[in-house]
T-cell receptor, first 118, second 111 residues
Framework: DGGITQSPKYLFRKEGQNVTLSCEQNLNHDAMYWYRQDPGQGLRLIYYSQIVNDFQKGDIAEGYSVSREKKESFPLTVTSAQKNPTAFYLC?????????????????FGPGTRLTVL | SQQGEEDPQALSIQEGENATMNCSYKTSINNLQWYRQNSGRGLVHLILIRSNEREKHSGRLRVTLDTSKKSSSLLITASRAADTASYFCATDGGANSKLTFGKGITLSVRP
């Protein structure tokens, strides 16, 4: 799982509540990503950030929010507007390489947080 | 949207056999990567192949890329029970440093 930590490992939420998932990396990577994984659907990109204080929506950003106040931290908030939040959430980071196809094109993943709505 | 599509969705083999997994994609890429995921864990990067490469090896892994057919294959030779996991291909189109993942292949290696 490299130098990326996610907490908590398991999270339970009541309907209507906002919850925040933590992601921290000590790899000095520029870019950070949040993915959602559902059974049979692989990974879908929620939000990503390439630099501090800037982030972009991914494919399924509705009902989620993020912040990037520090290089090493990229917390994800699952809001009450997310209609089906039960899923496995994965955070990743990457050092934006100088050249195409460089080894820094790989992403390093955290261990994940499993969110269950009760 | 998911660009990579892996084939087969599930694969069960005997220990010692070779496992071949395929991935197809739709648009041009800078590189294609394969990742592994053990149940309930994060993904681990296995191997990256660039768009100007045709074949690459890493230990028991061999990956090929055919950009004319927009497809890649991952071969695991002499499989072990510990290779049991889900395998994902991911394409890097070079735009905004995003990866697009397929749905994954579940590999079971029987001891």
């Amino acid at each position: 799982d490299g130098g990326i930590t996610q907490s908590p490992k398991y999270l339970f939420r009541k309907e209507g509540q906002n919850v925040t998932l933590s992601c921290e990396q000590n790899l000095n990577h520029d870019a950070m990503y949040w993915y959602r994984q559902d059974p049979g659907q692989g990974l879908r990109l929620i939000y990503y950030s390439q630099i501090v204080n800037d982030f972009q929506k991914g494919d399924i950003a509705e009902g989620y929010s993020v912040s990037r106040e520090k290089k090493e931290s990229f917390p994800l908030t699952v809001t009450s507007a997310q209609k089906n939040p039960t899923a496995f959430y994965l955070c990743a980071s990457r050092n934006i390489g100088q050249g195409r196809g460089s080894s820094t094109d790989t992403q390093y993943f955290g261990p994940g947080t499993r969110l269950t709505v009760l | 949207s998911q660009q990579g599509e892996e084939d087969p969705q599930a694969l069960s083999i005997q220990e010692g056999e070779n496992a071949t997994m395929n991935c197809s994609y739709k648009t041009s890429i800078n590189n294609l990567q394969w990742y592994r995921q053990n149940s309930g864990r994060g993904l681990v990067h296995l191997i990256l192949i660039r768009s100007n490469e045709r074949e690459k090896h890493s230990g028991r892994l061999r990956v090929t890329l055919d950009t004319s057919k927009k497809s890649s294959s991952l071969l695991i030779t002499a499989s072990r029970a510990a290779d049991t996991a889900s395998y994902f291909c991911a394409t890097d189109g070079g735009a905004n440093s995003k990866l697009t993942f397929g749905k994954g292949i579940t590999l079971s290696v029987r001891p």
